[in-house]
């Protein structure tokens, strides 16, 4: 394939177990990484005028790829920095690229003494995949603060929708999942910086102390169910410590899966399947998938994704 005036990086043949957190998945065709604008809208034409299907990829934080990998294409806006600040009164209008990650992006924040997204201090994964996921803890969401985002998708090019247009909800957002977020403004306000850090240090510690964070992992794995948060269901169950392969549910928190080393994405996809069919035995209750799951369903007909 040609790829004559595309100024961002190609790859071919990369291993995706390089770029997912839980460090399993085969190669994927071609991986793509614009460098603005114009860029992205080349990568996307050039693509599909050759047929060939694709998925935006942030830090691979919530995603499961096949081991026998992806016969497309993964494009990549982490390399388009955007950021900007406009400073009013007490607050200021912060303008960020959707491929930044969301950890730096709040220590950025932090630094200048804006504060309003915290709390979700230590989210793995970019801006982008945080608002479509609508990414929360410690009682705060990434929505609360939003003002407007720009997503991108091959059939309207670049829009802006206002937080008034868009819907949120747990673990939800209305971009659809052949959008790109490749743009987004929060509204925050000024306050001590001491005081900011002092909450970001106490959520690290929560973290650490509750999350396996020396194992790879995709986070957590299970959606809260009805206000009842999934670790409670697996831990009832008596699944600590339960594996298959190298893939095992975690000691120190019940919804994390972790790779001990080795762990193929077959044996994951196996491990939450058989989670899934033991809570539900003993309590009644179907848990739902945060993590998705990339080339394991042929039939799929979404060509496009976010995480």
């Not at 900011?196 to 510690?205: F, H």
């Not at 928190?253 to 939450?272: E, P, V, Y």
């Not at 069919?277 to 739902?288: A, D, I, K, N, Y």
Request: charge should be positive; proline fraction near 2%; aromatic fraction near 10%.
């Amino acid at each position: 394939m040609d790829w004559t005036g595309i100024k961002g990086a190609v790859l071919r043949d990369v291993p995706m177990k390089r770029y997912t957190s839980m460090k399993v998945g085969g190669s994927v065709r071609y991986m793509v990484y614009p460098i603005d604008e114009e860029d992205l809208l080349g990568v996307v034409t050039r693509l599909s005028e050759n047929g060939i299907s694709y998925r935006f990829l942030g830090n691979g934080t919530n995603v499961i790829v096949n081991d026998s990998g992806l016969e497309e294409a993964v494009i990549r806006v982490i390399r388009i920095n955007i950021l900007r600040h406009r400073y009013h009164g007490d607050s200021c209008t912060v303008t960020v690229s959707g491929g930044m990650s969301l950890k730096r992006f709040i220590t950025d924040c932090a630094r200048r003494g804006l504060s309003g997204l915290e709390k979700l201090y230590w989210i793995p994964g970019t801006v982008g995949g945080g608002i479509k996921m609508n990414a929360g803890s410690f009682g705060s969401s990434i929505s609360d603060h939003l003002l407007d985002v720009v997503v991108f998708n091959r059939d309207s090019g670049f829009k802006t929708i206002a937080k008034d247009d868009m819907s949120f909800g747990y673990r939800r957002s209305s971009v659809r999942r052949n959008d790109c977020v490749f743009m987004a403004r929060f509204n925050l306000h000024k306050r001590d910086k001491g005081a900011i850090l002092e909450d970001m240090d106490y959520v690290y510690r929560e973290r650490k102390t509750h999350h396996p964070m020396e194992f790879p992992s995709s986070g957590s794995v299970f959606k809260s169910v009805g206000g009842e948060p999934a670790w409670r269901f697996i831990e009832k169950a008596g699944l600590k410590g339960m594996r298959i392969g190298n893939a095992c549910v975690s000691e120190k928190h019940a919804n994390f899966i972790i790779n001990l080393g080795g762990a193929t994405a077959r044996d994951i996809k196996r491990l939450i399947h058989r989670i899934k069919g033991e809570v539900f035995e003993r309590f009644g209750v179907l848990l739902e998938e945060e993590v998705e799951f990339w080339g394991f369903d042929d039939k799929a007909t979404e060509n496009q994704r976010q995480v």
